[in-house]
């Protein structure tokens, strides 16, 4: 990119810029960007790869695998109700429901982030918290009726214990969203980096129990 400024670009203005501007356009901060990230930047968010991105996401559902049913010897997909959540429920639904959507986890962080746009253009680090992470999980967690039943009584508490058993109290970035979608949620974390949990059963289970 930086050789690149000169013959092909006819940039000739201070190379602090041209760093700025790559930061910028290398959302996740791998030190690499793809056509993707540099057509977006270039035309801007009106333009049809960032509306098919934000369809995309909007379009985001968690959505059990069919499984086979002895009883009537078919294939049932089993309603969010129906299945055991823990933080190792959350991650794999939250993977297949970006990957069936063409989806990255750095996607995720861009929609879900919600300070990103006071974020200063040379310090550009997208940055979800627990707060923004379970306010834009539990969306996806409202029924046909408008309930949030399940969220309030049993999945919040799992969301919590999932957010900081992979990344602990600092919050999770464009890095630690691959390590949470690609790789098992191991017990608890450190109770002394934990804020004192809600009350819920569900944290005090053998599942969120240490070894």
Not at 30 to 56: E, H, M, P, T
Not at 103 to 111: E, F, Q, R, V
Request: net charge neutral; glycine share 6%; hydrophobic share 35%.
């Amino acid at each position: 990119y930086h050789c690149m400024r000169g013959p092909k670009f006819g940039f000739r203005g201070n190379s602090f810029l041209l760093r700025s501007a790559f930061q910028h356009i290398d959302v996740d901060q791998s030190g690499s960007i793809s056509y993707d990230d540099l057509f977006q930047f270039v035309r801007g968010k009106c333009s049809a790869l960032d509306s098919r991105w934000r369809s995309n996401m909007s379009a985001l559902r968690l959505e059990p695998n069919e499984q086979y049913d002895a009883r009537t010897c078919t294939m049932l997909r089993p309603t969010l109700e129906e299945i055991a959540w823990d933080p190792e429920t959350i991650r794999v639904l939250l993977k297949q429901a970006l990957q069936r959507r063409d989806l990255h986890p750095t996607d995720l962080l861009k929609a879900w982030d919600n300070d990103t746009s006071k974020i200063s253009l040379h310090h550009h680090r997208m940055t979800l918290s627990r707060e923004e992470f379970c306010a834009h999980l539990r969306t996806l967690f409202i029924g046909d009726d408008g309930s949030t039943a399940l969220w309030e009584h049993e999945v919040k508490y799992v969301a919590q214990a999932a957010f900081y058993t992979a990344l602990g109290p600092r919050g999770l970035h464009a890095h630690g969203g691959d390590r949470m979608l690609n790789t098992i949620c191991h017990g608890p974390p450190d109770s002394k980096t934990v804020p004192p949990p809600l009350s819920s059963p569900l944290l005090s289970s053998p599942l969120l129990s240490s070894p």
